[in-house]
């Protein structure tokens, strides 16, 4: 199906803008690296704040309360960046992260 006349001009005037940012597509790259780097800290974060918790509760509830408090707040980190890289990204990352440790990816098939 053809575009209409309006939407051919929208696209020109999205052509000409990126074309006056060359560094667009860099700054978007950045930023899925970045999250993917908060994503994947925060997740140890929150792991290991529920490992301190049990640790501490032989010394303290309270400290214990905190650790755990600490993993929540982690966790909750943890999903929003979750959340912004989208499903295409979260995939994107499992891939890397199978290549890191050698394990082949397999294709999937959608039946």
Same mark, same amino acid.
């Given at each position: 199906?053809?575009?209409?006349?309006?939407?051919?001009?929208?696209?020109?005037?999205?052509?000409? #803008?990126? #074309?006056?940012?060359?560094?667009?597509?860099?700054? =978007?790259?950045?930023?899925?690296?970045?999250?993917?780097?908060? =994503?994947? $800290?925060?997740?140890?974060?929150?792991?290991?704040?529920?490992?301190? !918790?049990?640790?501490? *509760?032989?010394?303290?509830?309270? =400290?214990?309360?905190? $650790?755990?408090?600490?993993?929540?707040?982690? $966790? =909750?980190?943890?999903?929003?960046?979750?959340?912004?890289?989208?499903?295409?990204? *979260?995939?994107?990352?499992?891939? !890397?992260?199978?290549?890191?440790?050698? #394990? $082949? !990816?397999?294709?999937?098939?959608?039946?």
């Amino acid at each position: 199906m053809p575009l209409s006349e309006d939407e051919q001009r929208i696209l020109r005037q999205i052509e000409e #803008q990126l #074309q006056r940012d060359p560094g667009f597509g860099r700054h =978007l790259h950045h930023r899925a690296q970045g999250d993917r780097r908060l =994503l994947i $800290a925060s997740g140890v974060g929150a792991v290991f704040c529920l490992v301190l !918790t049990i640790a501490l *509760l032989s010394v303290s509830p309270y =400290l214990s309360f905190v $650790a755990f408090i600490g993993a929540l707040a982690a $966790a =909750l980190v943890c999903e929003r960046h979750a959340r912004s890289l989208g499903e295409a990204g *979260l995939g994107h990352l499992s891939e !890397t992260v199978r290549g890191r440790f050698g #394990q $082949a !990816t397999q294709p999937r098939s959608d039946d």
